[in-house]
DNA sequence: ATAGGGTTAG
């Protein structure tokens, strides 16, 4: 009960600490910085114009902020309207929150009104550029993105500012909302600006573009800042642009944005899901101080690089720095074990998450668990904890079974799974081939067939596979059964030498004979390459020997893939990176990092 | 002082 009241109280102890009566001028900021409630500002408020210091600047302006924290916007601008001299501070904070609350009107009205200057305000105040980004954000936090692009539209249109890198972020997530219909407005808008923001929106999730665009906005003169870094830095994690990730890196140097935990954070993200996870560890280190994302992008980082210890031990010292997890933390935590095989350490985790750190177990921590006990073959108890859980299994969980199923060729409980997984995502076309998988790994054709047939009958194709390569900083595509890469002759060289030297060595093609391969073998042999293997053929004919590849696929790697990239890393004598949905296969001297478990 | 932001399953 006590704890409850001193929670309670806190803030008005805190609040009544700072004040006096009459309400001194230096101390007031500091009391309304922490009033509890909007009728002790407006007490406090009374209070100053009864003790004359009403119109000081710094009270004023404090009263303004306070008020428009309630969302008190005419107090607000009750108040502005008694200072002696408006500041452009003033008048934006409040088109901002005119814009915040839907009044885009009103917005527009206050902007004309703070130029001309109104009646005894003196001379009229010119907006700057954080009072445009507030009216585009406003607009956008009120879920006007038309109004949005009207005001950075017309920003652009005044011609005195040029838009920054903060207007151009402000206006693509209200443009990523009006999806198609942005081209419209935006044709009919001018300025390079607004043209690149319909753009990014448009093409909401694809990364490469977004890449693209970052340098065209650099190129237009337009400086990244410490928001546009970690906007743009996913992106670059996303098809691993190494060279574009570590020159936000040396530009976030040079700035002095490494003090910023959000610029930060998504750089260690970025080195870690680029490969790096060395250089990631080195920032996260430097990093002056870590929230709890910071710690989890590092766990992640390891986890997905399967360094399950470390990445254990790094979750020790989250708890020893008094960081306290969250979910996330222990999606993270329970990733690694399972795939270093720590069984026993994940079903500890799993405990003490609810027993230790009281984070109630959401679906995906079911998943990571179904996953844990499914690949360390205990495949039944993975099955009693999914009827046992208090959720409904959903396309994750039984995804998660099915993932299991192949690792062991457990063909019945893969049938069961996936039987639900057809139901649940009957579109997906992945969990037919996964199925399909295990059923060639045990010659059983029929199954095979009739997998195919249903795939046939439904119109369903298996998603294009998809590959990235950085080479010389820049990011190559390459996709399965597609030749129109132009050094395609000589990747088809490459790899046809290499088929050569493999079947020599006694690297026998892989017994599974997987969905997509079947279907392909129609056609010309080469076209039926995956394009992970198009990638590192491409990487070694394109870089010096003994350079390191590293490749970014969009599917999950299949057995025959990781067999000839544990041969091609051992014969060419190179370190192959493959990064898949799943996690990171380090290939070396004829070895993958994952010990064949995945 | 007023704008802008990062992480999560198979």
């Given at each position: 009960m006590?704890?409850?009241?001193h929670v309670?109280?806190?803030?008005l102890?805190?609040?009544?600490?700072?004040?006096?009566f009459?309400?001194?001028p230096?101390?007031l900021p500091?009391?309304?910085k922490?009033c509890p409630?909007?009728?002790?500002?407006?007490?406090?408020?009374?209070?100053?114009?009864?003790?004359?210091i009403?119109?000081?600047?710094?009270?004023s302006s404090?009263l303004?902020?306070?008020?428009?924290?309630?969302?008190a916007?005419?107090?607000?601008?009750?108040?502005?309207?008694?200072m002696?001299?408006?500041?452009?501070?003033?008048?934006?904070?409040?088109v901002?929150a005119?814009?915040?609350?839907?009044?885009?009107e009103?917005?527009?009205?206050?902007l004309?009104?703070?130029?001309?200057?109104?009646?005894?305000?003196?001379?009229g105040?010119?907006?700057?550029?954080i009072?445009?980004?507030?009216?585009?954000?406003?607009c956008?936090?009120?879920?006007r993105?038309?109004?949005?692009v009207?005001a950075?539209?017309?920003?652009?249109?005044?011609?005195?500012?040029r838009?920054?890198?903060?207007?151009?972020?402000?206006?693509?997530?209200?443009i990523?909302?009006?999806?198609?219909?942005?081209?419209?407005?935006?044709e009919?808008?001018?300025g390079?600006?607004?043209?690149s923001?319909c753009r990014?929106?448009?093409?909401?999730?694809?990364?490469?573009e977004?890449?693209?665009?970052?340098r065209?906005?650099?190129?237009?003169?337009?400086?990244?800042?410490?928001?546009?870094?970690p906007?743009?830095?996913?992106?670059?994690?996303n098809v691993?642009?190494?060279?574009?990730?570590?020159?936000?890196?040396?530009?976030a140097l040079r700035?002095?944005?490494?003090?910023?935990?959000?610029?930060?954070s998504?750089?260690?993200?970025?080195?870690?899901?680029c490969?790096r996870?060395?250089?990631?560890?080195r920032?996260?280190?430097a990093?002056?101080?870590?929230n709890?994302?910071?710690w989890n992008v590092?766990i992640?980082?390891?986890a997905m690089h399967g360094e399950?210890?470390?990445?254990?031990r790094?979750?020790?010292?989250?708890?020893?720095?008094?960081q306290?997890?969250?979910m996330v933390t222990f999606?993270c935590?329970?990733?690694a074990?399972?795939?270093?095989?720590l069984t026993?350490?994940?079903r500890?985790?799993?405990?003490e998450?609810?027993?230790?750190?009281?984070i109630?177990?959401?679906?995906?921590h079911?998943?990571?668990?179904?996953?844990?006990?499914?690949r360390?073959?205990?495949?039944?108890?993975?099955y009693d904890?999914?009827?046992?859980?208090?959720?409904?299994?959903d396309?994750?969980i039984?995804?998660?079974?099915?993932?299991?199923c192949?690792?062991h060729?457990n063909?019945?409980?893969a049938?069961v799974a996936?039987?639900?997984?057809?139901?649940?995502?009957?579109?997906?076309?992945?969990?037919?081939?996964?199925?399909?998988n295990?059923?060639?790994?045990?010659k059983?054709?029929?199954?095979v067939n009739?997998?195919?047939?249903?795939?046939?009958d439904?119109?369903?194709?298996?998603?294009?596979?998809c590959?990235?390569?950085?080479?010389?900083?820049?990011?190559?595509?390459?996709?399965a059964?597609?030749?129109?890469?132009p050094?395609?002759?000589?990747?088809?060289?490459?790899?046809?030498?290499?088929?050569?030297?493999?079947?020599?060595?006694g690297?026998?093609?892989?017994?599974?004979?997987?969905?997509?391969?079947?279907?392909?073998?129609?056609k010309d042999?080469?076209?039926?390459v995956h394009?992970?293997?198009?990638a590192?053929a491409?990487?070694?004919?394109?870089?010096?020997?003994?350079?390191?590849l590293?490749?970014?696929k969009?599917?999950?790697?299949?057995?025959?893939?990781?067999?000839?990239?544990?041969?091609?890393?051992?014969?060419?004598?190179?370190?192959?990176?493959?990064?898949?949905?799943?996690?990171?296969h380090h290939?070396?001297?004829?070895?993958?990092?994952?010990g064949?478990?995945?």
């Amino acid at each position: 009960m006590s704890v409850c009241h001193h929670v309670l109280f806190q803030p008005l102890v805190h609040f009544l600490r700072h004040v006096s009566f009459p309400p001194d001028p230096h101390l007031l900021p500091t009391a309304l910085k922490s009033c509890p409630a909007l009728p002790l500002v407006r007490a406090l408020h009374a209070a100053t114009v009864a003790a004359g210091i009403a119109r000081d600047p710094f009270v004023s302006s404090s009263l303004l902020r306070t008020y428009l924290r309630f969302g008190a916007t005419p107090d607000a601008r009750a108040v502005l309207d008694g200072m002696p001299q408006k500041t452009v501070v003033g008048w934006s904070a409040l088109v901002a929150a005119h814009a915040a609350h839907g009044d885009t009107e009103g917005a527009w009205r206050l902007l004309k009104e703070m130029r001309r200057g109104t009646a005894g305000g003196g001379g009229g105040v010119e907006p700057n550029a954080i009072t445009w980004n507030g009216l585009v954000s406003g607009c956008n936090r009120s879920g006007r993105a038309r109004d949005a692009v009207v005001a950075l539209a017309r920003m652009h249109g005044e011609g005195v500012l040029r838009p920054d890198a903060t207007g151009v972020s402000c206006a693509l997530s209200a443009i990523g909302d009006l999806g198609t219909e942005a081209v419209a407005v935006g044709e009919q808008l001018h300025g390079y600006t607004v043209k690149s923001g319909c753009r990014l929106g448009f093409v909401n999730g694809k990364d490469l573009e977004a890449v693209e665009l970052f340098r065209e906005m650099q190129a237009q003169g337009i400086e990244p800042n410490s928001v546009t870094i970690p906007c743009v830095l996913p992106a670059f994690a996303n098809v691993a642009a190494l060279m574009h990730g570590r020159s936000a890196h040396c530009f976030a140097l040079r700035k002095g944005f490494l003090h910023d935990v959000y610029v930060c954070s998504a750089l260690v993200d970025m080195y870690a899901k680029c490969g790096r996870v060395r250089n990631a560890r080195r920032i996260f280190d430097a990093m002056p101080s870590r929230n709890v994302v910071s710690w989890n992008v590092m766990i992640g980082g390891y986890a997905m690089h399967g360094e399950a210890k470390t990445a254990v031990r790094l979750f020790d010292s989250m708890l020893m720095c008094k960081q306290k997890p969250d979910m996330v933390t222990f999606t993270c935590v329970l990733q690694a074990c399972s795939q270093a095989g720590l069984t026993e350490e994940g079903r500890r985790y799993f405990k003490e998450m609810q027993h230790e750190h009281g984070i109630y177990p959401r679906i995906k921590h079911y998943a990571c668990m179904v996953t844990l006990l499914g690949r360390a073959g205990k495949l039944d108890e993975a099955y009693d904890l999914i009827t046992d859980m208090p959720f409904e299994p959903d396309g994750c969980i039984w995804g998660s079974l099915l993932g299991s199923c192949r690792v062991h060729g457990n063909v019945d409980l893969a049938e069961v799974a996936a039987e639900k997984l057809f139901h649940l995502e009957p579109d997906n076309a992945g969990n037919y081939v996964l199925l399909s998988n295990i059923y060639a790994s045990k010659k059983m054709w029929g199954g095979v067939n009739r997998i195919r047939e249903m795939m046939k009958d439904m119109g369903l194709k298996k998603e294009m596979g998809c590959s990235w390569i950085e080479i010389k900083n820049k990011v190559h595509t390459l996709l399965a059964g597609d030749d129109s890469h132009p050094m395609m002759t000589a990747i088809t060289e490459k790899l046809k030498q290499l088929n050569i030297e493999m079947r020599r060595l006694g690297f026998a093609p892989s017994t599974y004979f997987v969905l997509h391969d079947v279907e392909e073998q129609e056609k010309d042999d080469i076209l039926a390459v995956h394009s992970e293997k198009l990638a590192v053929a491409l990487g070694l004919i394109s870089t010096s020997p003994g350079t390191p590849l590293r490749v970014i696929k969009n599917l999950r790697i299949c057995d025959d893939c990781h067999e000839a990239m544990k041969f091609i890393s051992c014969f060419e004598g190179r370190e192959i990176s493959v990064r898949d949905t799943n996690r990171f296969h380090h290939f070396r001297d004829g070895k993958c990092s994952c010990g064949d478990y995945w």
